[in-house]
């Protein structure tokens, strides 16, 4: 595609339901990320994927917090059991991957727990 | 010492001023450092990568000080349009490139 695509762009949700956010990474970038940006604070690393492997989960908050890739390409960050402090945006990144670390973001998942 | 330290600002200009934003890194080791620019409510875009030598493109120019560990943007002749967090970023050495760290931004406001 274009750019990078997530899905939804909002979403809205009750304390302690699971919810998927999807990323679609531009075509041919083998390096994908995760952020999450809460109100006036800085990015905050989540997880990279180097293909469909995820060699750094470090950044995951919790282990109610996992993502997946799949064919090298869409992934798929779940959270379960949400809490009000998972309320932020997550920011998917894509780059060409190698020592290209130049980032292309989608616009973000906006998450809202009730 | 924070790994990525931006003053936050607010910094307010008129239209045509020049502004400058200093960041700080602690890892003495960091080897790729960038400018990306966020609108209010949008995602980051990168704006420029800052190389040892220091860049230039168009009005932004950026610099690298590697003994102080600090790098910079100018910009001049400040646009409307330029209003956004300018936010630094920085990969880790090690190897593990991918990794960046951002700052929490600086705030810019244009004014006319």
């Known amino acids: 595609g274009a750019g990078v695509s997530q899905s939804p762009s909002n979403k809205v949700t009750e304390k302690g339901k699971d919810v998927e956010l999807r990323c679609d990474p531009i075509s041919g970038h083998t390096a994908l990320y995760w952020y999450r940006q809460s109100l006036g604070q800085g990015l905050e690393f989540l997880i990279y994927f180097q293909g469909n492997s995820a060699p750094d989960k470090s950044g995951l908050p919790s282990d109610r917090f996992s993502a997946e890739r799949t064919g090298g390409s869409v992934s798929t960050l779940t959270i379960q059991r949400t809490q009000q402090e998972d309320s932020a945006v997550y920011l998917c990144?894509?780059?060409?991957?190698?020592?290209?670390?130049?980032?292309?973001f989608g616009s973000g998942t906006q998450l809202s727990v009730l | 010492r924070k790994e990525v330290e931006q003053d936050p600002g607010p910094f307010n200009v008129p239209e045509g001023a020049t502004v400058a934003f200093n960041c700080t890194y602690s890892?003495?080791?960091?080897?790729?450092f960038f400018w990306y620019r966020q609108d209010c409510r949008k995602e980051p875009k990168l704006l420029m990568s800052?190389?040892?030598s220091g860049n230039e493109d168009g009005r932004f120019t950026a610099q690298l000080n590697r003994a102080s560990q600090y790098i910079s943007l100018l910009i001049r002749d400040s646009k409307l349009s330029d209003s956004a967090t300018y936010l630094c970023v920085v990969t880790p050495a090690g190897g593990s490139n991918y990794k960046l760290t951002f700052g929490k931004g600086t705030l810019l406001t244009v004014n006319p």
């Open positions: 800052v190389y040892s």
């Open positions: 890892n003495s080791a960091s080897q790729s």
């Open positions: 990144a894509s780059s060409l991957g190698g020592r290209d670390e130049k980032l292309f």
